[in-house]
């Protein structure tokens, strides 16, 4: 099976404008996650998506939002870039919540100048 | 509140050698999951191994071992005959069976010395 892929790799963008980025699951996943990972902070979850429907939601503000669609790909949108969103953000996906194994993607690098 | 503590940011190891690495975490849960991640340079992260808590076993996956403490909250991670290869970030993560929020560790950065 083909792993977790995350569309792009790299972005470059300036304060203001908004991004999307794109993650496919492994095939049969039906559970999609996002998290923000940067140097001081860790990795924290942003949110979870489970047959189009947003399950669960971490602490971050509404410019972050996502969307699942019925083949399980899942985007996640910020708008109105800051600084402080630099960042690599990883998707990862898992069949189901039970037994909670997740999938992780290589990530997207977003730098906000 | 769930929250992963690892108190070794960064450690170091020669190859052959044996090396845990240091994970607590604080629930009110009974039933939850126990993981190690694995990230290397290349940033893809990767499952090392699992524990649920409701098995008193300790889980083993090869050179890598866990010694799981559910009463004392701990969870650490031993790997055995450390090999190059096992130079990467190691994050520590805890999931309760009610919902599929991972809460991670800040990260232990392990390198291995030839």
């Known amino acids: 099976k083909a792993g977790v892929t995350q569309t792009p790799r790299y972005l470059i963008k300036t304060r203001g404008q908004q991004v999307t980025l794109s993650c496919s699951p492994i095939?049969?996943?039906?559970?999609v996650s996002w998290y923000q990972q940067t140097p001081g902070q860790g990795l924290q979850f942003l949110f979870e998506?489970?047959?189009?429907?947003?399950?669960n939601k971490g602490n971050f503000p509404g410019r972050f939002s996502g969307r699942q669609f019925s083949n399980s790909r899942s985007e996640m949108n910020v708008s109105t870039l800051e600084l402080g969103d630099s960042a690599l953000y990883l998707c990862?996906?898992?069949?189901?919540?039970?037994?909670?194994?997740?999938?992780f993607g290589p990530g997207t690098r977003l730098t906000v100048t | 509140a769930q929250t992963v503590t690892q108190s070794q940011p960064e450690m170091s190891v020669q190859e052959a050698e044996t090396v845990t690495l240091s994970c607590t975490y604080d629930t009110s849960e009974s039933n939850y999951y126990l993981f190690w991640y694995k990230q290397p340079p290349s940033r893809q992260m990767i499952l090392v191994i699992r524990q649920e808590a409701y098995k008193q076993q300790n889980a083993t996956e090869n050179r890598f071992s866990v010694n799981f403490q559910k009463a004392a909250k701990s969870f650490s991670l031993k790997i055995s005959d450390s090999q190059l290869g096992d130079t990467a970030m190691y994050f520590c993560a805890f999931m309760t069976n009610t919902g599929n929020q991972f809460y991670f560790g800040t990260g232990t950065s392990l390198t291995v010395i030839p």
């Open positions: 990862a996906s898992s069949l189901a919540r039970q037994e909670g194994e997740q999938y």
């Open positions: 998506y489970f047959s189009e429907t947003q399950r």
């Open positions: 095939s049969g996943h039906r559970s």
